[in-house]
């Protein structure tokens, strides 16, 4: 007899869904107590802190959705390339190039009305973001070039690019040869509302749209379809290239917006740092919300709460970054493994003979 | 000899797959000596049975004798260490191998192999069984009943003396099956036992001497294959009485032309050639069967029709407008009414994970004018085509994959004849259906045709054609070898057609012997 068995499940009663989601969130927790406590600190301060470095005041809180903005808009962006099966690992790329045009729009445009300047921006961040996304596109859709590698591989071009441009022709001549891009005049930079930049409302308005888009459109459910089953798009005169390129265009763009978002609001000029990982996270995420824009919105800010209670616990508890680094790794482990679980029933036949026979 | 040995005893055997139990409580005994029958509709639990059997699969509870000894299988290489061959229902050949070589092929005696002696012992065991493969022959230059007699010569070399067949008939003309059968029987004279899984009747009655019949996971029960009737088999499959007879109507008259296929030419993925000079007319009001060995250019003729499939050269006109070179959204967007059930229902018709709605809305969004999806006609569609054909759904928001094949069918047929379609082409619609609902199938395929459409019907099963169709077009590696009244002609006319109408290898057989 097999010593274990798996099979995949039928139906899965929400009540069930809920408890073996809550046990990988205990069992993960215990985990990386058991993890902080061999390292010498105690978990039982670390995980409150954690908590309240992200949620306790006021400044923490935008602090956690300042980074939960750029983590929701490259996520939606993501997640229309996803639905698709489209496999857009390039987001970096994506969100460079994208603050790449918002700043030489801040750079080189004078005198322009504030909300025009921004709307500007935000357009040329789209353009070139979904350019950037378009050309993986363009070589899929035509000649079926993997564009795993082909996305990933457009980061590092973006990348070198705009450290070419900090280092060499964009550094400013003030910052003293430091490179930096010179700041953003004050009509390039985003106004705030409620403390924080409007980059959340802009997040907001994305989730419902792309929620609109995918659920409610005809292109959205072209996407949906092409990303199920290609043969069945053909079958139905749906116009396969032309689809893979509008969603790729639309991925791209959304992921160009983040970094228009970053370089005006948060680091104020073009700066080789401001994607910050986002890109590949946002991966994460979107995976982790089962490609639902609704879910986006609420994932990202748990994860936003996890990575600002990170931030936190390092100044406070002098606790190294790689430390809280391997939290968030086993957090997420456990979280996206549970899926494992959710979707496959796993049986121990000898083990449950076991128990029988003791009882 | 009085009692003869139990080769294969199964007692007892269940099996489950997550919560689905495919075998409940199953027994089969198969005697040394004689041919024997498992027969049952898809799902019956068949092909789980001889899996155990063959080592795949381990049983959950029950036992299993071989020769009267208890056996328990770790995996496939116990079993044929046993004396148990399977030939399945998709080879497991190299096709750049030559014959000789898949034999040897996972035989781990010694480096090195006498080639002499090895053909040798290959031709005593043709002889001996009445088989017929040339050694040095390469698997890609073999005919499909070729490839079968190597599998079988590969398990009797390996030592078996009970042979399980999986729905060995299904892939072979006439012609072959009538070899495999003398090939069949051959083994069972030297004593072998042999085990057929099938679903094709008057095969069954034609070969096994004892029949089991399972349904829904069970064994209903054994009977002898003389002492039985089709009727009563056919209860036990299905559990009720089914009337087998396949009403038709003779074709509308006068016969209006209603597409005209003229000199069509495709070349296939691998740059050969798919088709070539394919003319034919289907009439309103009638149903035109298609017929030819499994990859004869069924699949192209449908896809350059609804045009997935670009033409080399050729006209296809519907009501006299030519549409070649039309992708199927300008096909739609001229207003032309043509239904089509592809081979890969779920690959193909249908996107499995959506529901019912949405895969009507497939057909339909592009004739909703705006850019937003509008759903509420199509989930009254929904549920009227749930209701007209009888589909078994919780409701009509569960994904389609879900559903049994049946349904699955039902759900694309619906839909494609929900917009009363001119022209029907079904690719093998009834494949891997129960008996219950391939003649639901058929009653739904003359209703078109009574309503005047007109019907492209792609089968497998040549009693099924003849009793169907009005014409049947016989299909030979991408031509067309002739289209026939099937009142008229022979399955073995048939057959021959398939084949180009050249005197196989059954035939020479016939010489011989």
Request: charged share 20%; glycine share 10%.
């Amino acid at each position: 007899m097999n010593w274990i068995s798996i099979s995949k499940r039928e139906d899965l009663p929400k009540n069930r869904e809920g408890v073996i989601r809550a046990a990988a969130v205990v069992l993960s927790i215990v985990c990386a107590g058991i993890v902080i406590w061999i390292l010498g600190y105690n978990p039982i301060q670390v995980f409150p802190s954690m908590v309240t470095g992200a949620l306790g005041s006021e400044i923490r809180l935008q602090q956690t959705i300042l980074k939960a903005i750029p983590l929701i808009v490259t996520s939606l962006g993501i997640l229309v390339a996803f639905k698709m099966k489209f496999w857009n690992i390039g987001g970096e790329g994506q969100i460079l190039m994208g603050a790449l045009a918002a700043s030489y729009i801040a750079l080189n445009v004078d005198g322009l009305p504030k909300p025009v300047m921004l709307l500007l921006m935000a357009i040329a961040a789209m353009v070139a973001g979904g350019i950037w996304a378009f050309i993986p596109a363009f070589f899929k859709a035509k000649m079926g070039v993997n564009e795993t590698i082909f996305t990933l591989m457009l980061n590092y071009i973006a990348i070198k690019y705009v450290t070419y441009l900090q280092y060499g022709p964009w550094k400013a001549p003030e910052s003293k040869g430091f490179p930096k891009v010179a700041n953003f005049e004050q009509n390039a930079i985003m106004p705030e509302l409620f403390g924080i930049h409007i980059g959340w409302i802009i997040a907001l308005v994305c989730v419902v749209v792309v929620y609109i888009f995918i659920n409610h459109t005809k292109k959205g459910f072209e996407i949906t379809v092409v990303g199920e089953s290609r043969e069945t798009a053909r079958y139905a005169g749906m116009n396969i290239s032309s689809i893979i390129i509008i969603a790729m265009l639309i991925s791209g763009g959304l992921c160009g917006l983040t970094g228009m978002i970053q370089a005006s609001a948060v680091e104020k000029t073009l700066s080789v740092n401001l994607s910050a990982g986002y890109g590949f996270t946002a991966i994460i995420t979107a995976w982790l919300s089962r490609l639902s824009a609704i879910a986006v919105l609420f994932v990202c800010i748990a994860f936003a709460i996890l990575l600002q209670g990170g931030t936190y616990i390092q100044i406070s508890m002098q606790i190294p970054a790689s430390v809280a680094d391997m939290i968030q790794g086993i957090i997420l482990f456990f979280v996206l493994g549970s899926e494992f679980f959710l979707q496959y029933r796993v049986n121990l036949p000898l083990w449950n003979q076991k128990v029988k026979e003791v009882a | 000899m009085g009692q003869p040995l139990k080769a294969i005893e199964m007692k007892g055997i269940s099996k489950a797959f997550g919560s689905v139990k495919a075998n409940e409580d199953v027994e089969l005994t198969v005697y040394n000596g004689e041919v024997h029958a498992l027969l049952g509709e898809n799902g019956a639990g068949k092909s789980t049975l001889v899996n155990m059997l063959s080592g795949i699969y381990h049983q959950d509870s029950g036992t299993v004798r071989v020769n009267g000894n208890e056996v328990r299988f770790s995996s496939p290489k116990d079993s044929i260490a046993i004396g148990i061959g399977m030939i399945h229902q998709h080879f497991k050949l190299v096709d750049v191998l030559t014959a000789k070589e898949n034999i040897l092929l996972g035989r781990s005696s010694g480096l090195f192999r006498n080639s002499k002696q090895l053909t040798k012992e290959i031709r005593a065991i043709s002889d001996r069984y009445g088989l017929d493969v040339d050694p040095d022959k390469k698997v890609y230059n073999m005919s499909v009943g070729e490839k079968q007699t190597l599998e079988i010569i590969k398990v009797l070399y390996r030592g078996a003396r009970i042979l399980i067949l999986d729905e060995p008939t299904a892939v072979l003309t006439p012609q072959e099956i009538k070899r495999l059968f003398r090939i069949i029987r051959n083994m069972k004279e030297q004593g072998c036992a042999v085990v057929i899984i099938t679903h094709k009747l008057n095969e069954v009655m034609e070969i096994s001497d004892r029949i089991t019949v399972l349904r829904r996971g069970r064994t209903i029960g054994t009977v002898d294959t003389d002492k039985v009737q089709v009727g009563s088999l056919i209860e036990m499959m299905v559990g009720k009485k089914v009337d087998l007879a396949i009403r038709k109507e003779p074709p509308a008259q006068p016969m209006r032309p209603l597409l005209e296929v003229d000199n069509l030419h495709v070349v296939g993925h691998d740059r050969k050639s798919a088709l070539a000079d394919i003319s034919f007319t289907l009439h309103e009001g009638e149903i035109l069967g298609v017929a030819g060995v499994a990859g004869s250019g069924q699949k192209e003729i449908c896809e350059t029709i609804a045009g997935l499939t670009k033409a080399e050269k050729g006209r296809i006109f519907f009501d006299g407008d030519n549409i070649i070179g039309k992708t199927p959204r300008e096909i739609i967007r001229l207003g032309i009414r043509m239904g089509f059930i592809p081979e890969d229902r779920l690959g193909m018709g249908l996107v499995g994970s959506m529901d019912i709605v949405h895969n009507l809305i497939l057909k339909d969004y592009q004739n909703q004018p705006g850019i937003f999806l509008k759903r509420g006609p199509c989930a009254e569609k929904a549920t009227a085509i749930v209701r007209r054909l009888d589909i078994n759904t919780p409701n009509i928001y569960y994904p389609v994959k879900k559903l049994s094949g049946g349904n699955i069918q039902k759900v694309l047929l619906g839909r494609e004849i929900d917009s009363d379609p001119r022209v029907l082409i079904t690719a093998y619609p009834v494949r891997g259906l129960d008996i219950g609902a391939s003649y639901k199938i058929y009653d739904l395929l003359n209703e078109q045709k009574s309503r005047g459409a007109g019907v492209l019907f792609i089968g497998e099963d040549l009693d099924v054609l003849m009793d169907l169709c009005d014409r049947i077009m016989v299909f030979c590696v991408g031509r067309v070898s002739g289209i026939v009244d099937p009142s008229k002609v022979t399955k073995e006319e048939i057959g021959l057609m398939m084949t180009g109408g050249k005197e196989d290898a059954a035939h020479e057989l016939d010489q011989h012997q």
